[in-house]
C-alpha cells in the first residue's frame, strides 16, 4: 500500500496541508463551543498493529459530540443483533440536516439513521439497562473500551448542552408520539447528552476509528470491543451517513466511513488498516470540521485509501 513506510511524515505533512485552510466557523448553538479556540488543530492515525502516528493537537481533549452516536449505535447492535436495529433504527440518508423535525414527518415518525439525532435518540434509548444511570454507565464503559482508557464526562459541556437542547426533546417528544422512543424520552435525551460530552483527544478517536477498522479488536489493549460483523454493519451505516448531507460528497472525495462532531473531530475508518482522528473546530455550514476534511483527504490520497480505487488488471497490462 502507497507510503505506509512513511506514515508519520505524511501525518505531519497532512497537518501542515489542512493549517492552509482558514474557513470555517466554531459552533456556538451550544454556549460553551463558542469558547473553543479557533487555531486548535490535532491530527492522529492510528494503525491497526497499534502504531501511532500524530501532529498537532492531537493531545487536546474536546467533547466527543456525535462521533459517540456510531459507537453506540456498535454496541447497541452488538446487544441486540442486525436486523432489531436495523429495523427500528433505520440506515437510510434523510438529505436533511442532522437535527430535521420534517425527515422524521417525511417519514412517519421512522427515524432513518442512527446518525442524524433522531436516530441517535432512538439508539440511545435501546440500550440495555434498568435505569438511565445504568444505559448511561454502558455507554461510558463502551466507549471507554473503544478508545481502550477511561473515558470522563465534560461536565461544562453536558450543563451548556442540556441548557439548551430544547428540539433534542421536542425530537424525543415526536419519536415517543410514533412509538419509537418507549421510556420516557426527557431522560433519554439526558443519556445522549451525556454521551455526547464525554472527553476525547485525535488519539483517543483515531484508536476507537483503528478498533472498528480491524474487526473490534482495540490496537492498543487486544480487547475484542463489539464483533466484527458489527463493525461491517456501523461501518455501512457511517458510508451513507456520517456526514450528514455531505455524506454523498464525503464519499466521493475521500472514499471513506466516517463520522463528524459539531465540536470539530472527525473520526474516519479505513478498513483492514487504520482510524485516522482529527480535530479542528472551525466547521463549514453541515457541521464539519473544515480542517479535518482537509487534512483527512490528504492522507486518503497520500496513503491510498480510497476504498472504491482500483488500478488496471497487470494481466491486462501483459503483451
Given at each position: ?57 492531537a ?18 447492535c ?12 433505520g ?46 454507565e ?112 464525503w ?5 471513506l ?15 483492514g ?29 497520500s ?17
Open positions: 500500500m502507497q507510503g505506509w513506510d512513511k506514515v508519520e511524515a505524511l501525518t505531519a505533512d497532512a497537518y501542515a496541508f489542512g493549517l492552509g485552510e482558514t474557513r470555517g466557523l466554531v459552533a456556538d448553538y451550544i454556549p460553551i463551543l463558542a469558547e473553543t479556540d479557533p487555531e486548535l488543530f490535532g491530527v492522529c492515525v492510528a494503525e491497526v498493529d497499534g502504531s501511532i502516528h500524530s501532529a498537532g493537537d493531545a487536546v481533549e474536546f467533547s466527543i459530540q456525535s462521533i459517540s452516536k456510531a459507537f453506540v449505535y456498535a454496541l447497541v452488538e446487544e441486540l443483533g442486525h436486523d432489531l436495529v436495523k429495523e427500528h433504527v440506515v437510510n440518508n434523510t438529505g436533511l440536516a442532522f437535527n430535521s423535525v420534517m425527515a422524521i414527518e417525511l417519514n412517519y415518525g421512522h427515524p432513518m439513521n442512527p446518525m442524524v439525532n433522531a436516530g441517535a435518540l432512538a439508539t440511545t434509548a435501546l440500550v440495555p439497562g434498568g435505569s438511565p444511570a445504568e444505559q448511561w454502558l455507554i461510558r464503559q463502551g466507549l471507554s473500551r473503544f478508545a481502550g482508557h477511561p473515558l470522563e464526562l465534560d461536565g461544562e459541556v453536558y450543563r451548556s448542552e442540556m441548557a439548551t437542547n430544547q428540539r433534542n426533546m421536542a425530537i424525543a417528544r415526536l419519536l415517543e408520539s410514533y412509538r419509537r422512543i418507549e421510556i420516557d424520552p426527557l431522560k433519554v435525551v439526558d443519556v445522549y447528552t451525556k454521551q455526547c460530552a464525554l472527553r476525547v483527544s485525535a488519539r483517543d478517536i483515531a484508536v476507537m476509528g483503528a478498533t472498528l477498522a480491524d474487526g473490534g479488536v482495540n490496537p492498543i489493549t487486544g480487547e475484542q470491543v463489539v464483533s466484527a460483523a458489527v463493525c461491517r454493519d456501523t461501518l455501512s451505516v457511517l458510508a451513507a451517513n456520517g456526514m450528514y448531507e455531505r455524506s454523498g460528497e464519499l466521493f472525495e475521500i472514499g466511513p466516517g463520522k463528524s462532531g459539531v465540536a470539530g473531530g472527525i473520526v474516519t475508518i479505513s478498513p488498516k487504520a482510524g485516522i482522528g482529527v480535530f479542528s473546530p472551525r466547521l463549514d455550514s453541515a457541521g464539519n470540521s473544515v480542517r479535518g476534511q482537509a487534512a483527512t483527504s490528504f492522507l486518503s490520497r496513503l491510498g485509501l480510497n476504498i472504491f480505487a482500483s488500478d488496471v488488471s497487470p494481466t491486462r497490462l501483459e503483451p
